[in-house]
């Protein structure tokens, strides 16, 4: 008995999925992202452009995937498209593109703006640390214990846009494999 071979349309829906979950996981992780100062000032990611940017892209990206899952479910299952015609195959193409490079542009921003800043951040901290050190007696240890601390936490924050970003370059994966799915999907 011969099989009928791979359901293209339900990886393509598997792959939508999974790709909404991660550009969740994504935003999830910045929106948890914080730091506080020992005065206790509030560093998130609404204070950093890029890391708003990050949300932004996933947050449209989503809004595109959860606009097609009903779509792609429904063509899943009875592998007919929902409305006959070319409309829909030609928005899959097209829009799967368009997402997948501003998704793209998101996993760029994320991780260059948290490179930038892990290499600026720390060396000042440390640069600080230096200085009190030299200060010796004038500048209490405690002083030094604090700017410890404190490019400890900057440091963390910035592990954590990191992992932002790697999230969301698996997304962007991800929906680079609907869009070639979508492809061969077009031309079937």
Do not use: W
Request: hydrophobic share 55%; with cysteine; proline share 2%.
């Amino acid at each position: 008995m011969a099989s009928k071979g791979i359901n293209i349309a339900a990886v393509i829906l598997a792959l939508r999925i999974i790709a909404l979950l991660t550009l969740v996981a994504s935003v999830v992780v910045l929106l948890l992202d914080t730091y506080k100062l020992s005065d206790g000032e509030k560093t998130t990611f609404k204070d950093i452009f890029a890391y708003r940017y990050v949300i932004s892209t996933a947050s449209i990206v989503a809004l595109y995937l959860i606009l097609q899952l009903p779509l792609a479910t429904y063509y899943a299952v009875t592998e007919k498209r929902l409305v006959r015609g070319k409309l829909l195959p030609h928005i899959d193409f097209y829009g799967d593109k368009l997402i997948s490079l501003l998704l793209a542009t998101g996993v760029g921003a994320g991780f260059a703006v948290t490179f930038e800043l892990k290499k600026i951040l720390p060396d000042a901290f440390d640069g600080f640390i230096a200085l009190a050190e030299l200060a010796g007696g004038a500048v209490g240890s405690d002083f030094i214990d604090l700017l410890q601390q404190e490019r400890s936490k900057i440091t963390g924050f910035l592990n954590m846009g990191y992992i932002a970003a790697g999230i969301l370059l698996a997304g962007c994966v991800f929906m680079a494999l609907v869009s070639v799915l979508s492809s061969i999907n077009r031309t079937k």
